[in-house]
């Protein structure tokens, strides 16, 4: 008989762990579900704000000059030495929203007396926050017997996923008088003289 008592007491010990085996499974389980959950709902909390809204253009495009997207400009990009950028956006829109690496800055209102500073034997890509002015200037160009390869808005290159540069603002000048208070007096032929 002891044989056997023996036997029932290992089954209850043997039943009797793992019912507390799994009562610890249940708490580990239930644990990690609570844990992941509180997880979720701070990330919840903290997530990204919603995407702004897709700018979507409230005047028609009416130039004779085409209006290119990131695609068409990148493409350009690959061959540099083609093309010429004309940024015709006032500089404090330049410094506040940037723009492409390398440009030619001429407003739109200077574009008629500056025609001479454009070189002839490039593709030029006018350039504006939202490509309306870049396409009065494209128009222009082109009428003068420019190569236009089209017009672009830095805002819609960057709401397509391109990336601009921030531009610096030039360090001020200094005034003429500390400049000449600074600069060495040469002296004058008449000088050696006395």
């Known amino acids: 008989m002891l044989i056997s008592d023996c036997s029932t007491y290992q089954i209850y010990q043997y039943q009797n762990e793992s019912e507390i085996t799994m009562k610890k ?11 992941l ?10 997530a990204a ?19 290119l997207d990131r695609t068409q400009i990148d493409k350009l990009l690959g061959h540099p030495e083609k093309i010429l950028f004309l940024d015709v956006r006032r500089p404090d829109e330049l410094t506040k929203i ?5 440009y030619l800055s001429i407003q ?6 500056s025609l001479a500073y454009i070189p002839k034997d490039r593709k030029i890509i006018t350039v504006s926050n939202r490509a309306h ?16 390869a089209g017009a672009a808005g830095v805002l819609d ?8 540069l921030k531009i610096e603002a030039p360090a001020p000048r200094p005034a003429a ?9 040469v002296p004058s032929p008449t000088d050696e003289k006395k």
């Open 157 to 164: 290159y960057q709401d397509q996923g391109g990336s601009i």
């Open 108 to 113: 739109n209102k200077n574009l008629a007396e």
């Open 37 to 46: 959950a509180t997880t979720l709902a701070h990330a919840a909390d903290t």
């Open 133 to 148: 002015r870049a396409g009065d200037a494209g128009d222009i160009l082109l009428s003068k017997g420019f190569k236009v």
């Open 25 to 35: 499974l249940n708490s580990l389980i239930a644990l990690a579900t609570l844990t």
């Open 49 to 67: 704000p919603a995407a702004a809204p897709k700018y979507v253009d409230p005047n028609p495009w009416t130039h004779k000059t085409k209006r």
């Open 177 to 185: 008088s500390a400049v000449s208070a600074a600069t060495p007096a």
């Open 98 to 102: 940037g723009g492409f690496p390398i």
